[in-house]
């Protein structure tokens, strides 16, 4: 839980690895957003999720959006 | 009574008896919106040329008895994430800059569809990341804000720049500003109203919905949106229910009203409280059970809202984030970058709690017909501030406690409607949100219509 926080060079050098590379001027204040926000999502390493799976909004039976035929 | 003082059910019975004509009412709406527009800040671009044509082709059907329905030539505005062919849809960023929406989205066409008639695009907060909608001023006190990210939507339904408008949800951005200025925001149940069209801001958790003066025109503007649309991915398939006129009268005998013992009166303005408790006290004399209930998994309800919310996101502006991060502004632009570094497995825990969560509302609600609770913390805020100290020392920053109470129905995706139940010493309007099971719309419809009924009529804010 209490991993160590981030820092500015490890923001900028995940954020490379992300395809998402940063300017200089911006490791610092997304590194200590980015532990923020870690900081809140950790939380969820307390649960048991035991089975449960990810909730998820995937029909295999999804139409094709070419069969669509009335907007209104 | 001047026409954009209208609501829309009375607006359209006007219409229905040809005491009102479309144009009227239209150029009773623009003619407001020039008074208090400017002052406001409401809308992204006003329509005007192309709402007056409208609204002489509704007048023309009007006289010939052809009236599409209770939406016939009445005045909306959309918050500007919705598509409407051949306008802008700025998400109010630079980073849609000269933007041109190809085809309307499914609720502008649904809209258009039953007569509405577009006066305008609001504005909300920088695509709807956020909770106070800068560039528009609280419709009762300029020097608050408005509320987000529906701001605009908001301000101009309590302004009468708009007899309604439609905004998106996705941690409360309808129901946060319709609470924060006296009017009435319903989030439907999650998948219940197309989002084909609509800029999202975090797939599984978004929500498009109306933002009315009263809780029967939010019904009349859901019966226009609701239907399947097989490009919705998340779209529910099996809704049959299409008139959600509210019906029932004041009566509220036999409805179970949970009233939490835990999570939503906690850290909340005494004001807030008070004026909510008032209200389920009112849903009592007309006959309501409150019933006490306690909310689970709440030490969660932040870490799956941010779980799910921050990496979809991200993902949705990778590409304009890696080309143009300049254009987006700074508050925003900080979570985009920051989002990209939470893992697969953060976000995966997310969905697999929300799995939980889910399960655990389901149980709960067996128990009760609505949960009755307020809808935000605190009234609207200065423009400005930033956090919010509690009694016990808590600081809170204001886009938090804004959406603390409103993202456990974006995360089970239960439909919630928000309605105003008064106001603060400072003026400021209360909020309380009715929360229902999936597809509970017409119990809170009636809940919130009879709650209604049963209280002096409301007026206009003043659009200081």
């Not at chain 1, 969820?44 to 995937?58: M, T």
């Not at chain 2, 502008?108 to 001023?137: I, S």
């Not at chain 2, 100290?389 to 409103?406: C, H, I, M, N, Q």
Request: with cysteine; aromatic share 4%.
């Amino acid at each position: 839980m209490s991993a160590p926080d981030l820092t500015p060079q490890e923001a900028a050098r995940w954020a490379e690895r992300c395809g998402q590379p940063l300017r200089a001027d911006r490791h610092v204040p997304v590194a200590a957003t980015a532990q923020y926000i870690h900081s809140v999502v950790a939380l969820l390493r307390e649960l048991d999720f035991g089975d449960v799976p990810p909730a998820a909004a995937y029909r295999v039976h999804d139409r094709e959006e070419e069969q669509f035929d009335a907007a209104v | 009574m001047q026409p954009y003082e209208l609501s829309l059910s009375s607006a359209a019975e006007e219409i229905r008896a040809r005491r009102l004509s479309p144009v009227e009412l239209v150029d009773s709406v623009l003619e407001r919106m020039e008074r208090v527009e400017p002052r406001l800040g409401a809308y992204v671009t006003v329509t005007a040329g192309r709402a007056r044509q409208a609204a002489r082709a509704a007048e023309r059907a009007q006289t010939e008895g052809r009236l599409l329905g209770p939406l016939h030539g009445v005045p909306m505005g959309l918050k500007d994430l919705i598509d409407v062919a051949d306008t802008a849809t700025t998400a109010s960023s630079r980073v849609r800059a000269g933007h041109r929406a190809p085809r309307d989205s499914t609720v502008a066409a649904r809209l258009a569809a039953a007569g509405a008639v577009l006066v305008g695009k609001t504005h909300t907060h920088e695509f709807a990341y956020g909770l106070t909608t800068p560039q528009t001023r609280n419709a009762w006190n300029p020097d608050r804000v408005a509320g987000g990210s529906s701001g605009g939507s908001a301000v101009a339904v309590a302004a009468g720049t708009a007899t309604f408008a439609l905004g998106t949800d996705t941690g409360g951005s309808i129901r946060v500003p319709s609470a924060l200025n006296g009017v009435v925001g319903l989030k439907p149940t999650y998948g219940l109203v197309p989002l084909h069209g609509v800029t999202s801001l975090a797939w599984s958790l978004d929500h498009v919905g109306p933002i009315t003066r009263t809780v029967e025109d939010a019904g009349l503007v859901l019966a226009a949106l609701v239907g399947h649309d097989p490009r919705d991915p998340a779209g529910l398939d099996a809704v049959t229910h299409l008139d959600y006129r509210p019906t029932g009268g004041t009566d509220l005998a036999g409805l179970r009203v949970g009233v939490p013992v835990n999570y939503y009166f906690e850290h909340v303005d005494p004001e807030v409280e008070s004026a909510v408790r008032g209200a389920i006290e009112q849903l009592r004399d007309l006959g309501a059970r409150p019933v006490d209930i306690e909310i689970p998994m709440t030490r969660y309800i932040q870490a799956v809202q941010w779980g799910l919310m921050v990496p979809e996101a991200t993902a949705y502006h990778e590409r304009t984030l890696h080309a143009a991060p300049d254009l987006y502004g700074a508050d925003v632009r900080i979570l985009l970058e920051a989002g990209a570094l939470m893992s697969a497995g953060d976000y995966l825990r997310a969905q697999r709690a929300r799995t939980l969560m889910r399960r655990e509302w389901t149980r709960m609600m067996t128990d009760v017909d609505v949960i009755a609770a307020p809808t935000v913390p605190l009234t609207a805020v200065p423009a400005g501030q930033e956090t919010v100290t509690w009694p016990d020392g808590t600081v809170e920053s204001v886009s938090d406690a804004y959406v603390r109470l409103s993202a456990p129905a974006n995360i089970t995706g239960v439909p919630s409607l928000s309605i105003p139940v008064g106001r603060d010493r400072a003026g400021l309007p209360i909020g309380m949100q009715l929360l229902g099971r999936p597809l509970a719309e017409p119990v809170l419809l009636r809940a919130g219509h009879a709650y209604e009924m049963a209280r002096p009529a409301r007026e206009l804010s003043p659009a200081a």
